[in-house]
């Protein structure tokens, strides 16, 4: 393959990825107006898009529970769409997980990320004040599981880690709860285990079954 395929190659592929977010985007607009005002919502990006949460919380959590994870999107996409993913639901209780792609831009840091939660808090304290938030720390990963060494671009868990950190700070400034739940996600060398790892950073659901453990007793008194 020569160099001009190549790029033609890479360019669809950036611009199908931004196609299938926008895609998601309008659905949850969409299906939002379908929805109960005033129950749970877990909202972010694939991470969260990924968390099987619907179907672990039946029976559990007395409210209702929604998802509105897009995979692959970005902080700055997050801020961008946030009526379809959060405020049109108006919920009274949010957890969030947003970030994780960033660490891929050429321009990342965690100050800067930092400074995009305070906006994402910003908001939800001028249009939801009597909403809980909850901050879900970065679930950690595991690179000798990555299907090639430039996936997830620069993402490590020293920078998963100074993020936690850097967010949890800011979470704390607002009010917000900060929910770690990775405790039982980690092996010995503090990565994600190599049998909850589907590509090094995506979970299986028996990884998000020990989430939702931690999660269980919140959500029983929300």
Not at 71 to 100: K, M, R, W, Y
Not at 149 to 159: H, I, Y
């Amino acid at each position: 393959m020569d160099e001009q395929a190549l790029k033609e190659i890479t360019e669809y592929m950036i611009a199908e990825s931004k196609r299938d977010k926008e895609q998601k985007y309008e659905k949850y607009r969409r299906l939002n107006a379908f929805c109960e005002k005033g129950q749970i919502l877990f909202t972010g990006s694939s991470l969260m898009e990924f968390f099987p949460i619907v179907e672990l919380a039946e029976g559990v959590a007395q409210k209702k529970v929604y998802n509105r994870g897009v995979g692959g999107s970005t902080s700055f996409e997050f801020l961008d769409h946030i009526d379809a993913v959060l405020f049109d639901l108006q919920p009274s209780a949010v957890f969030l997980n947003i970030g994780t792609n960033d660490m891929a831009l050429p321009d990342y840091s965690k100050e800067g990320l930092s400074e995009r939660y305070r906006t994402i808090y910003t908001q939800l304290k001028e249009k939801l004040p009597e909403a809980k938030v909850y901050f879900m720390m970065f679930y950690p990963m595991n690179e000798n599981k990555k299907p090639h060494p430039m996936a997830f671009g620069q993402r490590t868990n020293e920078m998963l880690n100074e993020a936690n950190e850097a967010l949890a700070a800011v979470a704390r400034e607002f009010g917000a709860e900060v929910l770690d739940c990775n405790a039982p996600l980690r092996d010995k060398e503090g990565r994600l285990k190599a049998e909850y790892a589907i590509d090094g950073v995506h979970m299986w659901p028996e990884a998000y079954a020990l989430v939702f453990e931690a999660l269980k007793p919140i959500l029983e008194a929300l």
